[in-house]
């Protein structure tokens, strides 16, 4: 099994920025991709960015260019640096991790508030 929890997120007015971290523990050995999704009230949730266990990164759709999801194996730990914050990014982050192996599924973690304020 994956554990997944999230820290770092809070309230930061428009324009701030905010790194969120997620720690894994449990069978790290078998996560592959690790990720970011967001869901903000009454809307489905998105994925944000996602990372290989080597280090490929992709950022998709309106946060592209103002957020960056990083990893670090060693901490096994993964981050979204938030930039330029807009009250439309006000929304849960989650992380999630896709494993393989024994463990094989997807993981995620409880979720942390990140609210942007005008």
């Known amino acids: 099994q994956v554990q997944l929890v999230e820290s770092g997120g809070g309230l930061v007015q428009a324009g701030g920025s905010l790194r969120l971290s997620c720690a894994a523990s449990?069978?790290?050995?078998?996560?592959?991709?690790m990720a970011w999704y967001r869901q903000a009230p009454g809307k489905q949730r998105e994925l944000v960015a996602a990372?290989?266990?080597?280090?490929?990164?992709n950022v998709v759709g309106s946060v592209k260019g103002r957020f960056t999801i990083s990893r670090d194996n060693a901490k096994n730990t993964v981050y979204l640096q938030m930039n330029d914050l807009k009250p439309e990014d006000t929304a849960i982050y989650y992380c999630?991790?896709?494993?393989?192996?024994?463990?094989?599924?997807?993981?995620w973690g409880q979720g942390t508030q990140v609210t942007v304020s005008s």
């Open positions: 999630a991790a896709e494993a393989g192996g024994v463990v094989a599924g997807d993981y």
């Open positions: 449990g069978s790290i050995f078998s996560i592959n991709t």
């Open positions: 990372i290989t266990s080597g280090g490929r990164a």
